[in-house]
């Protein structure tokens, strides 16, 4: 039989999968600001206040990832991102899915509502197990 135990369980690998999964987060917040135009113009021309959501989610991508990323408060870096993937996923990808023009570009929106499907799950775990290795003292001190 297979033991689970013996399978790699290493901080090296929780601090790579931390850089993994803010990857993402950090690009797409950094880009929130290089390139305001094109995340307008994602949402739909009803939503007010189109820049200030672009800045906004910027921020709470780039803070929530860089929470879990140096494993300071990273639950509560698992929030921020999870209250920033429901809307986006639902309200621009979930759009862009139904009303998209032709077929590619629906799959290419189904594939991003999926994505954000996924990331919100990931995000919810971090929410409620943290982002992985303390050292002893940080255990003996954690609250969050």
Not at 5 to 31: D, E, I, K, M, Y
Not at 53 to 82: D, H
Request: cysteine-free; overall charge neutral.
């Amino acid at each position: 039989m297979f033991a689970e135990h013996r399978l790699p369980n290493h901080q090296s690998l929780t601090l790579l999968a931390r850089g993994l999964f803010t990857s993402l987060f950090f690009l797409s917040g950094v880009t929130h600001f290089t390139n305001i135009p094109y995340y307008v113009s994602l949402m739909h021309e009803a939503i007010p206040f189109r820049v200030f959501w672009t800045l906004s989610s910027g921020v709470v991508e780039l803070v929530g990832a860089a929470m879990i990323l140096f494993n300071w408060r990273p639950r509560l870096g698992g929030w921020l991102l999870v209250i920033f993937l429901i809307p986006v996923t639902i309200v621009v990808h979930g759009y862009e899915m139904l009303y998209a023009d032709g077929e590619a570009m629906r799959a290419v929106q189904q594939a991003h509502f999926l994505k954000g499907f996924a990331l919100i799950g990931a995000a919810l775990f971090i929410t409620q197990v943290g982002a992985g290795h303390r050292s002893a003292p940080e255990a003996a001190q954690r609250t969050d």
